[in-house]
């Protein structure tokens, strides 16, 4: 349906690692996976970056003899889809790197830039074409984060954090989160803030959330309180956020959610006897693993050259 289209590059900068592709419509081709040189310094990433596009650039006119229409750049940290600006980044340390007009540059392709959690959400939504109704993407990992789809395409918001459900005070907790303040969803229900509870609880250090969701599963009384404590956290956030926001689905991903229906089901069930209202929103599990951003980096890349997107995978 979309062969003969012009190729697309997409490009996804983490915090370990740069992934990149090329794809004319047929599934993502030409993988290219590098780590992140974040110890070298935030000129070092920017420079990766610029030749991880140009690569893709060159590999598309060779295999395809065209060029791209477009790159799409997923990126972590703080963004301005707007200018194209990589605003701040703690893992790389930049602050305020014109990126896609970098990448435009150096490539002579039109460029635009996403953030990651954006593009996951976008790519997510565009799987399960739920229309023109709100909905919330939330990568639960180390930390939270979280972005609101609109219609198809991320709500960008006043500051860049629509739908940043990490940040949300959730009751009973006075732990300190990494925004400055106590008590945020982050600090109760991510892999990290699971991990650490059953550590503190138990004095037995565990590899991560999925192993406190096995102890639980298992009936290990600890992992079970802190486990639902987590479910329970994430339900009040939902619930907050479905009353404001009134969304037709809510995607959970991140490391964390390949619990599964342990972690879907109590939060599902929190949610209905929560909200107290009809139209409760449906909640999933992510699809897309952790090519998600790359997928939603092909769809803005699409965006911008006005062509067929294709399915993301
Ligand atoms: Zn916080």
Redesign the pocket.
């Known amino acids: 349906m979309t062969a003969g289209r012009p190729p697309l590059v997409a490009l996804d900068v983490g915090g370990t690692t740069i992934k990149g592709a090329v794809d004319t419509g047929d599934g993502p081709r030409g993988h290219l996976r590098r780590p992140t040189p974040r110890d070298r310094g935030p000129e070092a990433v920017v420079a990766a970056v610029l030749d991880a596009a140009a690569e893709l650039v060159d590999l598309a006119g060779r295999a395809h003899g065209r060029r791209p229409a477009a790159v799409g750049v997923a990126c972590l940290g703080l963004v301005d889809p707007g200018t194209g600006t990589a605003v701040l980044s703690a893992a790389t340390g930049w602050s305020d790197v014109p990126l896609a007009a970098l990448v435009r540059e150096r490539t002579g392709v039109p460029a635009v830039l996403v953030h990651d959690i954006a593009a996951a959400a976008t790519a997510e939504a565009a799987l399960r074409e739920p229309g023109p109704a709100p909905v919330l993407f939330v990568a639960i990992g180390t930390g939270i984060g979280g972005s609101t789809v609109l219609d198809g395409r991320p709500v960008a918001g006043a500051h860049h954090r629509p739908g940043e459900i ?2 949300v ?1 959730v009751g009973g907790s006075d732990v300190r ?11 109760v229900a991510s892999g990290s803030a699971l991990a650490q509870a059953y550590a503190r609880r138990t004095g037995t250090a565990v590899h991560g959330a999925l192993e406190v969701a096995d102890r639980a599963a298992a009936g290990d009384p600890d992992a079970v309180a802190v486990w639902d404590r987590g479910c329970a956290a994430l339900a009040e956030a939902l619930i907050l956020y479905s009353v404001l926001v009134d969304p037709a689905l809510v995607v959970l991903g991140g490391g964390v959610s390949l619990a599964g229906d342990r972690l879907v089901v109590p939060v599902r069930r929190a949610l209905e006897q929560g909200l107290g209202l009809p139209g409760v929103p449906a909640v999933e599990t992510a699809r897309l693993g952790d090519g998600a951003a790359l997928a939603g980096a092909f769809l803005a890349a699409a965006d911008l050259a006005g062509v067929p997107a294709g399915a993301p995978r």
């Open positions: 990490g940040h005070p989160c990494g925004c400055g303040r106590s008590g945020c969803l982050e600090r």
